[in-house]
């Protein structure tokens, strides 16, 4: 037993490689070799975990994943415990259907982080998604509960029928952010072209978001300035065209 | 936890939570501030303080502080209200049912693992926990000021209440942490009432009455404290009677009540060896 996995690319996949069988809580109770056997979907094909990932360490819910992942597909999906760490740049279906645990990802992320898979009705039902980066297209799609943190730009469509759940998006966000959403907040320090369905409630210091981004602080140790802290936020209540019980909370100064 | 804008704020509202809390004999739950905290010592970065609210049993808390909160906290400008005990496994659902003021409008965050509620009001929304901490504390602690006259009596109150505010895990739950009316169990005249004026410690009654207090003690004043553990109440009273040892100060003794009042006995000596 080891206090974390550690999985290095060791060779780049040419097509894209859905990895979705790293998840640290169903990597805890697994050996190096139960590890690296493991089925991945290379360009369609079935191939091992083993044959592009160097594998150390075993029986760890803390996992790290190094290399240039901008190919692969899927990490941490369905994952329901444990910390994943990944120091780079990831591909699409970022922890899609995630249902707890953390993943820290230090670069970008594909589209679809924390979305929900092909048909699903719901995307992410727990856990924590941290994006140091900018995030693909249609993130947190669907996310029934959880929180999803992107440090950078978000693309069109982020939030996009959220069913309950946080956003916070400290870059920009593009535009469809928040469509059909529920419940749930998206948090916004930036620019985001927000849907016509929502409407202006009032200006003001929401308790809950000085709460989030002091635990984003402690937590992840991100570098929230304080003016996003105690700040001023207008708050718009939506989808009305859905059920109307969101919000999108954006930023306005001190 | 109670946090808000201002330190004053917040203590405009622990002040109401508090009020009325002093014995569980007469008000059903004894209450006051533990100590204030600094805004880098609370969940949301605001300064606050730390308030104990104690009952007889478990099923007595939820409807005191339930209901207190509502008409206290949740009324005051600006507050927020959190747990102080998250790792006590023991929990009370005091978010969770102060919710429905919201009317369905109400929304929860989970934040870090813990769940808050968000209580739209006419100011903005009030924050609080869902659930709080409860565990086992001690209650009525004390020691007696026997003192030559109330001056002094006084005087050596309010230097121990001084020396005990703002521990932690103890709280003083009467005006200014004095008590001039200690009391006995039961009456010897009305057989209804379960506490009347502890006449052994009356400097009036002493030629009418069989009577504890020492030739010159014309004034007594009763410090109670309750807390989290018998450790932190122990500190307190060390802190206090040392503070409480002025010019006109007699003795200073316990009630002890036929060492019936609880399984925690205060051994006055013992404290300060």
């Known amino acids: ?254 | 936890m109670i946090t808000a804008r201002t330190p004053a704020w917040a203590r405009a509202a622990a002040l109401k939570l508090t009020g009325f809390a002093t014995s569980v004999i007469g008000c059903k739950c004894e209450a006051g501030i533990e100590c204030e905290l600094a805004a880098r010592d609370t969940p949301d970065g605001r300064p606050g303080l730390s308030v104990l609210f104690l009952t007889m049993d478990k099923a007595s808390l939820p409807e005191q502080l339930i209901v207190r909160l509502g008409q206290t906290v949740l009324t005051c400008p600006t507050t927020a209200c959190f747990d102080g005990l998250p790792e006590v496994p023991d929990r009370l659902a005091v978010g969770k049912a102060l919710r429905v003021f919201g009317d369905g409008f109400q929304a929860s965050k989970l934040i870090g693992g813990t769940r808050y509620w968000r209580i739209p009001v006419m100011e903005g929304e009030f924050l609080i926990g869902e659930t709080f901490g409860m565990q086992k504390g001690v209650g009525g602690g004390n020691f007696l000021i026997l003192a030559a006259d109330a001056d002094a009596a006084l005087a050596a109150a309010e230097a121990a209440v001084a020396a005990m505010t703002n521990r932690p895990g103890v709280i003083l739950p009467f005006p200014g942490g004095v008590v001039r009316s200690g009391s006995k169990v039961g009456s010897r005249r009305y057989k209804s009432l379960v506490a009347t004026t502890n006449d052994a410690f009356a400097p009036t009654l002493r030629a009418v009455t069989t009577s504890e207090l020492p030739d010159g003690v014309n004034s007594v004043l009763e410090i109670v404290l309750d807390g989290t553990d018998a450790p932190s109440i122990e500190a307190a009273m060390r802190a206090g009677i040392r503070a409480a040892c002025l010019p006109g100060v007699q003795a200073i003794t316990a009630g002890n009540y036929g060492g019936k009042l609880g399984p925690h006995h205060f051994h006055l000596h013992k404290i300060l060896a």
Not at chain 1, 84 to 96: A, K, M, P, Y
Not at chain 1, 130 to 151: D, F, P, Q, S
């Open chain 1, 1 to 254: 037993m080891s206090a974390t996995i550690t999985l290095s690319l060791a060779t780049r996949p040419e097509h894209s490689l859905v990895a979705d069988c790293i998840a640290p809580d169903r990597l805890a109770g697994l050996t190096g070799e139960e590890i690296a056997a493991l089925p991945v979907l290379h360009g369609g094909r079935v191939a091992t975990l083993g044959d592009f990932f160097q594998v150390r360490g075993e029986r760890a819910s803390d996992v790290r994943i190094e290399g240039d992942l901008t190919q692969v597909e899927a990490l941490g999906a369905r994952m329901a415990g444990g910390a994943l760490t990944i120091e780079g740049s990831v591909g699409r279906d970022l922890g899609l259907g995630l249902a707890g645990g953390r993943i820290d990802v230090r670069g970008a992320a594909g589209d679809n982080a924390g979305g929900a898979g092909p048909g699903a009705a719901r995307g992410m039902t727990g856990g924590e998604i941290v994006i140091r980066g900018n995030a693909g297209a249609e993130t947190g799609t669907r996310m029934r509960r959880g929180l999803v943190v992107v440090t950078g730009v978000a693309g069109e469509g982020t939030g996009k029928g959220m069913i309950a759940g946080t956003l916070v998006l400290c870059g920009g966000a593009g535009p469809g952010t928040g469509r059909f959403l529920k419940r749930g907040s998206i948090v916004a320090f930036g620019d985001i072209e927000r849907p016509a369905t929502f409407r202006y409630a009032c200006t003001y210091r929401p308790p809950h978001v000085a709460l989030l981004l002091r635990y984003l602080r402690t937590r992840y140790g991100l570098d929230v300035p304080e003016r996003h802290v105690t700040g001023r936020y207008e708050r718009y209540s939506g989808d009305l065209a859905e059920l109307g019980k969101g919000e999108i909370l954006r930023w306005v100064g001190q």
